[in-house]
């Protein structure tokens, strides 16, 4: 199994700022992915993040406002860009093989925009 | 596309009976489904998943799940509930059309009462 670290955990930010979150893995994942929880919320996919290369984004999602980045197999970014309230929700990061057997996922960022 | 559809937003039970959450799922071809559990302000833990074995699944703190491709559900059992069983549950498909994203269920808050 893979253990995901993320930082910060929590973090109370100013609206029109912008916050990136960082993703660590122990271990060389294949596919690793960014979702967003909303309050009281399901999860919902954000993007997956490739390694060197743009990420994919999915509809509703936008590489201005989410800009990610993975410069290796054990490391990725996301921004919250230009932040407003509505972006309060927990921001998690997942990480699998490349069919995704089993997925393992971060504790999320707890972000709060005020 | 895949999907999947969580039957009940909330699930009472007394400690000690039985625990039934209903997950159908939609998957043009034979799917990976998985039940993940989310306990408050803790992250995502994977309590069983399958993929294409056996069709009765065992996970951790005695779940377990039935996947019935006549029905096209993947419903989550436990035999005695404890109270530390009080928590958000998540039926989830593997994309395999599309980089093996998962894709989360709306959730089921299962209570225990006492």
């Known amino acids: 199994s893979a253990v995901i670290s993320q930082k910060p955990s929590r973090d109370i930010c100013q609206r029109g700022t912008s916050l990136t979150i960082q993703c660590q893995v122990d271990?060389?994942?294949?596919?690793m992915f960014w979702y967003r929880q909303q309050p009281g919320q399901s999860l919902t996919l954000i993007a997956t993040a490739n390694q060197g290369s743009e990420a994919t984004y999915e509809s509703g999602f936008v590489i201005d406002k989410f800009p990610i980045s993975r410069p290796n197999l054990t490391f990725s970014t996301l921004t919250v860009s230009n932040m407003s309230p509505e972006d309060s929700s927990i921001y998690l990061c997942?990480?699998?093989?490349?069919?995704?057997?089993?997925?393992?996922f971060g504790q999320g960022t707890r972000l709060t925009v005020v | 596309a895949q999907s999947v559809t969580q039957l009940d937003s909330h699930v009472s039970v007394s400690e000690g009976t039985p625990v039934l959450l209903r997950c159908n799922y939609s998957s043009s071809y034979s799917p990976s489904l998985f039940w993940y559990v989310q306990h408050p302000n803790k992250g995502l833990q994977l309590l069983l998943k399958?993929?294409?074995?056996?069709?009765l699944v065992k996970g951790i703190n005695g779940f377990e799940a039935e996947f019935k491709k006549s029905e096209t559900s993947f419903h989550l059992t436990k035999p005695s509930a404890h109270m530390s069983d009080a928590a958000e549950y998540f039926c989830?498909?593997?994309?395999?059309?599309?980089?093996?994203?998962?894709?989360f269920g709306s959730g089921t808050r299962l209570l225990v009462r006492p």
């Open positions: 271990s060389q994942v294949t596919m």
């Open positions: 997942s990480g699998g093989d490349r069919k995704v057997t089993e997925a393992f």
């Open positions: 399958y993929t294409s074995a056996a069709t």
């Open positions: 989830v498909v593997s994309d395999r059309d599309s980089s093996y994203k998962l894709i």
